[in-house]
């Protein structure tokens, strides 16, 4: 009986995407941390040169702000264009052109 790699017959185990109790409680003692250090930090952010603040400002970034995933439209302006006739391609090039 052969299984796929990540594959169990314990249909009790964790759930695709469940986080590990040691993940988490790891989580939580950083973000403690950081958040107890977080007056200190912003002191030594305070005595850096403005080149290192932007460096160290967009580091941060990744913490605060979803990422955002590359999206490929190509497909869909392909099957939008296809479905157009000539006329309403025309009018398009010449709203653009204009």
Do not use: C, H, W
């Not at 989580?27 to 950081?34: A, H, S």
């Not at 605060?64 to 309403?88: C, F, H, R």
């Amino acid at each position: 009986m052969g299984l796929k790699p990540g594959q169990t017959n314990n249909k009790a185990g964790k759930p695709k995407g469940a986080k590990n109790k040691i993940d988490a409680d790891l989580r939580k003692k950083v973000t403690d941390f950081l958040s107890g250090k977080f007056p200190d930090v912003m002191n030594q952010y305070e005595l850096l040169a403005p080149k290192d603040k932007v460096k160290f400002y967009t580091e941060m970034l990744q913490y605060g702000l979803p990422k955002l995933q590359s999206v490929d439209m190509t497909m869909e302006i392909d099957k939008t264009l296809s479905a157009l006739n000539d006329e309403q391609l025309d009018a398009i090039i010449e709203k653009l052109t204009s």
